[in-house]
């Protein structure tokens, strides 16, 4: 019997659903928040998210990372602030299998006129998963396309 | 390092059959030694716009596109998975669909780097996002995953 930690669909307390659901994250999710700070998110890795051995594929990390940094970046600016993202880096030290849950933890560095500043990490147990920087412009509201 | 046309096939097979693959629609248009091009068309949950893609499907579709490129120059049989990734986002990507070019830059023993345009395509081809990414390449007798 799988041990509580990766039971499929189980979500650990402290978690609920993230905040800011679109379309896209219900392709790739469901991604969950943590009830007390929404700068840090959980995902269950399932058979989706992975190549045909089970690991997960870096591509969707990097899809997860780019919208919590985006979201963490936009909660720290003014409001009515639009953000696209400009750049992403991301490092992967380690990896993830089906039934692993994930957890990303996004800061933001700097929110300045034109442009925002904002890291993760992502972790299973501990292990580090991913490193990621990202770099966001300020937008019209009306171009804020990306995050 | 070389490859033939059996193993590009084998290459197109394992990937196209990617769960990932089929969840984000990505389709391969072309897959010679060392190059790679993929499609995404849009779809309502690729963006919050109409027309319009967000960063993060791009972000997958330009890793997933470069690592199939570098797995091309490996021998029958190898893999890679994905050390580090850096993407610049250089306009709104507005388009019917995304078209994703890679190509090897350096094929080494270790490590496969690759860099990958990603256009967005309404009447025209725009230069939306361009991404470099470093795989770690995984021979046979190592090998554990077919692309990461």
Redesign the interface.
């Given at each position: 019997m799988s041990p509580p930690s990766r039971i499929p669909g189980h979500v650990p307390d402290g978690f609920v659903a993230y905040s800011h659901p679109?379309?896209?994250l219900?392709?790739?999710g469901p991604l969950y928040e943590q009830d007390d700070d929404p700068a840090v998110v959980g995902l269950r890795i399932d058979?989706?998210?992975?190549?045909?051995?089970g690991?997960?594929?870096?591509?969707?990390l990097?899809?997860?990372a780019?919208?919590l940094m985006?979201h963490t970046a936009h909660s720290a600016a003014p409001p009515d602030t639009g953000l696209?993202?400009?750049?992403?880096?991301?490092?992967?030290p380690g990896?993830a299998q089906v039934g692993d849950w994930v957890t990303g933890h996004a800061t933001t560095r700097r929110v300045g006129r034109r442009l925002a500043f904002t890291a993760c990490e992502f972790h299973t147990d501990d292990r580090l998963l991913l490193t990621a920087s990202g770099v966001f412009a300020v937008v019209t509201a009306a171009?804020s396309?990306?995050? | 390092m070389s490859t033939d046309s059996g193993f590009r096939h084998d290459v197109a097979d394992a990937v196209f059959q990617l769960p990932v693959a089929t969840a984000f629609g990505f389709t391969f248009h072309q897959l010679a030694d060392g190059h790679a091009e993929t499609h995404l068309p849009w779809r309502a949950d690729h963006s919050h716009i109409p027309g319009a893609f967000q960063a993060s499907p791009i972000a997958t579709l330009a890793d997933f596109t470069g690592v199939a490129a570098g797995v091309t120059l490996l021998p029958a049989g190898g893999t890679a998975a994905t050390v580090d990734y850096t993407a610049k986002f250089l306009t709104e990507a507005r388009g019917a669909h995304l078209i994703a070019r890679a190509r090897v830059l350096r094929p080494g023993s270790t490590l496969t780097v690759a860099a990958v345009d990603v256009y967005a395509v309404a009447d025209t081809e725009t230069l939306c996002a361009t991404a470099l990414v470093t795989m770690r390449n995984l021979v046979p007798s190592s090998a554990v995953n077919i692309t990461s």
């Open positions: 679109s379309r896209y219900e392709l790739i058979e989706r998210h992975t190549n045909a051995r690991f997960l594929h870096a591509g969707v990097v899809a997860v780019d919208v985006g696209v993202t400009a750049t992403l880096t991301t490092d992967f990896s171009r396309t990306n995050s | -």
